[in-house]
């Protein structure tokens, strides 16, 4: 995601700041407005718009928006009739009092004016040679398109304008430094570029090698440009957007590679409580809800494991004061903690005794095959009702192949548990259950809810869990048959 082009997206920006009980008197004239138009002022606020407050015009086009609590430092607009007019931006030590022209032309050009906001108009012009070094860069990329003669000109002035908007942006840092304009400056600047890398020619594994150093590269450097001390990047359209791309685009999908970039970002957030707040929430937000597994060779991966580091390091642990005022939340995570805790995706399946119909005891250690298929399910279950079958017709596919099902009724009634057997034709699995609950099999494997479904290797690791019918019929695709993952599940 290129932050140059996130950061022009938003047009025309400026900020004033806060003055401790002043508030704010912005005054807007608007050409060609008529009389009682509607304006609205709202803010950004990560991937949203909020509406803050609204002012009518006056037979001059004028619309003064005025109130004596200050606006936290941010990105903010003016929209009239569902148009957007401009943004500007809120600098929290700066007058919040000052004017904006929305000047329309003959020709119907615009041009915004700002009176007694000076970083708003070094804001403009920073947006505006910006645009103008991009609309001088896309003319040589179109050219190169006509003549291939012409690359190695127009490589070499890209450099220069690259190397021109570099020092420009240093020069609007240096000078507004402290404000909110010189963090943004620095946030749509793009990650420096890995020096090359020193690897042997004849490295056997050269490509491989490559890939590795340039991964670990954009894994350390693709924030840098962010400031984490500075929260009135959290109400632009900058900061949200590029810590999701990293996150979703710059990282392995798997939890051994983001849990340990989760606790680097959320140690430079800590420089702010109130960006610390907010990375902590949304990492744990996404997380928990993640609904896509990352599948190989050896295991369907989910996030659950990331979910419960978060939430064990940072929520359980005191470092999230302000969330433990919300009693439901809290114990909420506990039990999330405590019904996921032993078993993990590549955590060693536990150990159960149960009896069968028959009377007789089985362990889940005693299968023997490839793979073991653990089911926990309630006859009384509507979900269960449509789901087991269907993972029972997967079963029938593999059970000659390599596949065993060890299936756990989770209640106490031997006639529903029977019944429901004989008329799903279930009674080709190892049909066991534990009225009495003296396994603990509730707590072992996050039993909360039915149906539960695991799926095992030889050595009884969990290399699946939360398996649905089709995430079945595709795993057991890939380890058994070597058909590739045909969709995302």
Same mark, same amino acid.
């Given at each position: 995601m290129n932050r140059r082009i996130i950061f022009l997206m938003t047009m025309l920006a400026f900020f004033p700041g806060l003055v401790a009980g002043q508030g704010y008197r912005i005054e807007l004239l608007l050409d060609d407005a008529q009389k009682?138009?509607? &304006?609205?002022?709202?803010?950004?606020?990560?991937n949203s718009k909020y509406a803050v407050d609204t002012a009518l015009t006056d037979?001059?086009?004028?619309?003064?928006?005025?109130?004596?609590? /200050?606006? /936290?430092?941010?990105?903010?607009?003016?929209?009239?009739? #569902? =148009?957007?007019?401009?943004?500007?931006?809120?600098?929290?030590?700066?007058?919040?009092?000052?004017?904006?022209?929305?000047?329309?032309d003959k020709d119907?050009? &615009?041009?915004?004016?700002?009176?007694?906001?000076?970083?708003? &108009?070094?804001?403009?012009?920073?947006?505006?040679?910006?645009?103008?070094?991009?609309?001088?860069?896309?003319?040589?990329?179109? %050219? =190169?398109?006509?003549?291939?003669?012409?690359v190695a000109i127009a490589r070499d002035s890209l450099k220069i304008i690259a190397d021109e908007e570099k020092a420009y942006t240093r020069q609007v840092m240096t000078q507004w430094q402290g404000k909110l304009l010189a963090s943004m400056a620095?946030?749509?600047?793009?990650?420096?570029?890995?020096?090359?890398p020193d690897i042997p020619e004849d490295a056997g594994n050269r490509d491989s090698l490559r890939w590795v150093y340039y991964y670990n590269w954009e894994k350390n450097h693709y924030l840098d440009n962010l400031d984490f001390s500075d929260n009135r990047l959290l109400n632009t359209p900058v900061f949200q957007p590029n810590f999701e791309y990293y996150f979703q685009n710059k990282l392995i999908q798997h939890p051994d590679s983001i849990i340990p970039q989760i606790h680097a970002v959320l140690e430079l957030a800590k420089a702010d409580s109130t960006m610390f707040m907010f990375c902590l929430g949304h990492l744990f937000n996404t997380y928990i809800q993640w609904k896509t597994y990352t599948i190989n060779a050896e295991h369907a991966m989910g996030m659950e494991a990331v979910v419960l580091d978060i939430i064990n390091n940072y929520y359980l642990s005191g470092q999230a004061a302000w969330a433990e005022k919300d009693t439901s939340f809290m114990k909420s995570i506990r039990e999330y903690a405590h019904y996921n805790a032993h078993s993990l =995706?590549?955590?060693?399946?536990?150990?159960?005794?149960?009896?069968?119909?028959? #009377?007789?005891? &089985?362990?889940?250690?005693?299968?023997?095959?490839?793979?073991?298929?653990?089911?926990f399910f309630d006859s009384n279950c509507g979900h269960c009702k449509t789901e087991v079958p269907k993972l029972h017709e997967v079963y029938v596919k593999y059970k000659d192949r390599g596949l065993q099902a060890f299936c756990v009724y989770t209640q106490g009634n031997g006639q529903?548990?029977?019944?429901?057997?004989?008329?799903?034709?279930?009674?080709?699995?190892?049909? =066991?259950?534990?009225?009495? %609950?003296?396994?603990?099999?509730?707590?072992?494997?996050?039993?909360?809810?039915?149906p539960q479904v695991f799926l095992l290797n030889r050595d009884k690791t969990i290399i699946a869990r939360r398996v649905s019918h089709d995430l079945l019929s595709q795993l057991l695709g890939l380890y058994i048959d070597n058909e590739p993952i045909k969709e995302e599940v």
């Open positions: 009682d138009s509607t &304006v609205l002022l709202a803010r950004y606020g990560g037979s001059q086009g004028r619309a003064l928006f005025s109130k004596d609590t /200050p606006l /936290p430092g941010g990105l903010y607009l003016f929209a009239s009739g #569902g =148009v957007l007019l401009c943004d500007f931006l809120i600098s929290d030590d700066e007058s919040q009092q000052f004017s904006v022209h929305y000047k329309k119907k050009s &615009v041009d915004i004016i700002y009176t007694n906001s000076p970083e708003n &108009v070094a804001f403009l012009d920073f947006q505006k040679y910006l645009g103008q070094r991009q609309r001088a860069g896309n003319r040589l990329r179109e %050219r =190169v398109q006509e003549d291939t003669a012409f620095r946030a749509v600047q793009p990650a420096a570029v890995a020096p090359e =995706v590549d955590m060693k399946a536990h150990d159960l005794k149960m009896q069968m119909i028959t #009377g007789e005891y &089985v362990s889940l250690y005693d299968i023997q095959t490839p793979y073991t298929l653990l089911i529903e548990w029977l019944k429901f057997l004989q008329e799903n034709q279930l009674e080709d699995w190892i049909n =066991v259950w534990d009225p009495y %609950r003296q396994t603990g099999f509730h707590d072992w494997y996050g039993v909360n809810t039915t």
